[in-house]
């Protein structure tokens, strides 16, 4: 599933040693040459983990951003963006084995930092995830409380990464088939909609192959580190100072094992599990399980406010007001537009952020009392942002199939999630169906690396990640944490959102503060690392809480589109 996820179509992500790993075994080589970049072998002590040609082509692509610069301007009108914020461009090789051959333009943005000059710091880049996440938007939060300490030290840097929005965009669908409503979301699919999403899988695959050609392999998670490490060149920085969420951890992580001579300051924030053997068939199957969990929260909690919503005195009364819903919606969609299907996407947004449960829970208790207009405002797809939604899908899935080896044989996949549904019905099948086409990708498979760096080769990362994350289970973060020597690891207790950087809770906010102003963790301040649990959300308003306490959600908090 896309773990960039607020709006649209909510697609999954990452399981158990339990259930078949992928076909195909872990290697530190790429099936187009893998890794790349300065410094790869130096980090990883691994012998081929770039190859000559595309070590060499990073460094003359980023010797010739650094060189141009970037001419920052007034934003095109797409861009949707205020006027305090400029925009340009930074040519990236399609193929960094081949520098010299065609380039792809990325588009970037910035907010130039607020204080005086002497207390500038540099730029600060965001990956908000996916992959197929747009960043275009993170200078507005400059704006935002919870970010003006770093704006006034920081150039606010959002990129769009390759294949997404105006960055040689991806599409493999026509936008209006991709978001067509509405449609089922059988939790127990029989073997002819089984072979319908087979079908549907396998063209979906040749539309990416056909609007992909050649380039379609170059996108990949690799290049997307390498990209990274131009931009960085282009912005005229000797060292990066970045900020992931989600997929963005990935991303950030295979940076700093590329590039750790380059590397100043890193948060990674709701973290990806790196484990090779997981990126990312397993992966997406632990998403799966994990959003079963949060989807209980959810159905708890407004068992506990039964007083204001009316939808059951028990997590399984509140199921079942759930499911007659979804009886409805699949006799009569709700405004023509809500099925079954739209229904779930709706309620799994609520299970990526807390501040989203009392609307959810409110326009379910609407609907079923015979007013369905709350409903549809929060579960109908909205066809002006039909060509994002399948660009970003696109660029998804393109990312994650090239990335690593997927099942090939249906059978595989039929049998781990017919045995995985039976524990976690709610997602399953969804995130089968967003991920199939992988088992029909026609460019060749990448193996992922293994990620790991010896205490003292990087700065200290500081990774940020709630206990209770459903789209990117908790222990990805201690994979990570494990992995990456000399990482501070804040744990947000009894939480849930995804995506906790800049959000309502203080006590994160607190420690990143530190840390990207005065380069402190945790550990040396002597702070300990989370804190006391909090409870669920009041049933009016978002989610306030401390470390361990959940601080509400989005990406970042206050600039996602609300719930």
């Not at 204001?308 to 009569?332: C, D, I």
Request: charged share 20%.
């Amino acid at each position: 599933m896309s773990v960039r996820m607020w709006r649209g179509a909510v697609g999954s992500l990452v399981l158990s040693a339990l259930l078949a790993a992928p076909a195909g075994g872990t290697t530190l080589l790429g099936a187009t040459g893998a890794a790349g970049g300065s410094g790869a072998t130096a980090a990883t002590g691994v012998p081929g983990a770039a190859t000559p040609l595309e070590d060499a082509g990073v460094r003359r692509a980023a010797a010739r951003a650094r060189t141009a610069g970037i001419s920052f301007g007034p934003c095109p009108a797409v861009e949707r963006l205020p006027a305090y914020v400029q925009c340009g461009t930074v040519d990236v090789p399609v193929d960094y084995a081949k520098p010299l051959d065609r380039q792809v333009p990325l588009t970037v943005s910035r907010v130039k930092a607020g204080g005086p000059a002497t207390a500038r710091q540099g730029s600060l880049i965001y990956n908000p995830g996916g992959p197929g996440g747009s960043a275009m938007y993170f200078p507005k939060a400059s704006q935002w409380p919870e970010w003006k300490r770093i704006a006034q030290a920081y150039d606010l840097i959002g990129y769009a990464p390759r294949g997404v929005g105006r960055s040689a965009p991806l599409s493999c669908q026509d936008p209006a088939d991709f978001t067509k409503a509405p449609t089922q979301a059988p939790t127990s699919p029989s073997e002819s909609y089984k072979q319908e999403r087979i079908a549907r899988a396998k063209a979906y695959a040749r539309g990416c192959a056909r609007s992909g050609g050649t380039d379609l392999r170059h996108l990949n998670s690799l290049n997307n580190a390498r990209d990274l490490e131009v931009l960085r060149a282009a912005l005229g920085e000797e060292e990066l100072t970045f900020v992931g969420s989600s997929y963005g951890t990935y991303l950030g992580a295979l940076y700093a094992v590329l590039f750790p001579g380059h590397v100043r300051r890193m948060v990674l924030d709701s973290v990806v599990d790196p484990s090779p053997d997981k990126i990312w068939y397993r992966n997406n199957l632990e998403q799966s399980l994990a959003f079963e969990s949060r989807w209980a929260d959810f159905r708890a909690w407004v068992a506990r406010h039964h007083a204001v919503y009316g939808l059951g005195r028990t997590a399984a009364e509140v199921q079942h007001s759930y499911e007659l819903a979804r009886a409805r919606v699949a006799h009569e969609p709700a405004g023509g537009k809500v099925g079954p299907e739209q229904l779930r996407s709706a309620f799994l947004r609520a299970a990526y952020f807390d501040d989203y449960w009392p609307r959810r829970a409110a326009a379910l208790a609407k609907y079923l009392k015979g007013d369905p207009n709350d409903l549809i405002a929060v579960a109908a797809p909205d066809p002006a942002e039909a060509p994002e939604e399948e660009n970003g899908n696109a660029v998804y899935t393109a990312v994650e199939c090239n990335d690593a080896p997927w099942p090939t044989d249906w059978k595989v996949w039929d049998r781990d999630n017919t045995a995985l549904a039976r524990r976690a019905p709610f997602e399953t099948w969804a995130n089968v169906w967003m991920n199939l086409p992988c088992a029909y990708w026609p460019a060749p498979r990448q193996q992922p690396l293994d990620l790991r760096t010896a205490p003292g080769v990087l700065p200290p990362l500081l990774i940020l990640a709630a206990e209770r994350d459903a789209a990117t289970p908790y222990t990805g973060a201690l994979e990570l944490h494990r992995r990456l020597g000399g990482s501070v690891l804040v744990t947000e207790r009894d939480a849930g959102s995804h995506g906790i950087v800049g959000g309502a809770n203080t006590c994160v906010n607190g420690h990143v503060d530190a840390y990207l102003l005065e380069g402190r963790t945790p550990r040396e301040g002597g702070t300990p690392v989370g804190g006391a649990g909090r409870g669920r959300p009041p049933p009016h308003r978002p989610a306030v809480g401390w470390c361990g306490g959940g601080g509400g959600g989005g990406v970042i908090a206050g600039l996602a589109p609300g719930g």
